[in-house]
């Protein structure tokens, strides 16, 4: 299994809160995602990172904001938790994008499981 | 961006029953998935198959990619075959986009 931990794994929060959601992996990928599941959809992208301090929106990137200081660790933040970003997010991982610099098959993380009040 | 449709929306066979999982794309790709989400919510990789046949056990897929669709197949299905499956792709110079899932039900 690809080395992909997400922290924490449940949160509860108020709305107007800031969270913050952490992506750790230990296969040294440059590509990292953040996905949101909702009843009904598929994931959906909201940002991914190209590299250390590289970030780019995604489909549904209002309201989030990202970071990736280290390799490593990609960071998810609700600015102002709303109850709409109730959700279960998680955190991909990759060698390439397009596939022409090694693969672009993704691997997730367990998810994280967010209630917003 | 892309679509992505998957059929059947719901699956429910007996145990031991083989089934035929369909996924349909907009446009070209460059990377196609098949997910197994289990039901502890964890994804987990079925197959990364952009084009062509692989087989894994009792799971194999196909991806005729200049007719835009792939197609998930499980035989002698077991209750820990239970769960969704998504197939997500990504078209060039897209995100990956997943679509809605086959909801999968193995009865004992």
């Known amino acids: 299994d690809a080395g992909i931990t997400q922290s924490p794994r449940h949160k509860v929060t108020e709305t107007g809160t800031p969270v913050t959601l952490r992506c750790h992996q230990t296969?040294?990928?440059?590509?990292m995602y953040w996905y949101r599941q909702d009843p009904g959809h598929g994931l959906r992208l909201i940002h991914y990172s190209y590299g250390v301090k590289d970030t780019d929106k995604g489909e549904v990137s209002d309201g989030y904001s990202v970071s990736r200081s280290k390799t490593e660790d990609f960071l998810l933040t609700l600015e102002s938790a709303t109850s709409s970003q109730t959700s279960v997010y998680f955190c991909a991982i990759s060698e390439s994008y397009t596939g022409t610099s090694g693969t672009n098959e993704q691997f997730f993380g367990p998810g994280t499981r967010l209630t917003v009040l | 961006g892309i679509q992505v449709e998957q059929s059947p929306p719901d699956l429910i066979l007996q145990e031991g029953a083989n089934s035929t999982l369909r996924c349909n794309f907009s446009d070209s790709v460059n990377n196609l998935q098949w997910f197994h989400q289990n039901p502890w919510g964890q994804l987990i990789n079925l197959f990364y198959i952009p084009s062509g046949t692989k087989q894994n056990g009792r799971l194999s897929a196909t991806t005729v990619a200049t007719e835009r669709y792939s197609l998930l197949y499980i035989s002698s299905s077991q209750t820990t075959d239970s769960g969704v499956y998504f197939c997500?792709?990504?078209?060039?110079?897209?995100?990956?986009?997943f679509g809605a899932g086959t909801r999968l039900t193995v009865k004992p």
């Open positions: 296969e040294n990928h440059r590509y």
């Open positions: 997500a792709v990504v078209g060039l110079g897209d995100d990956m986009r």
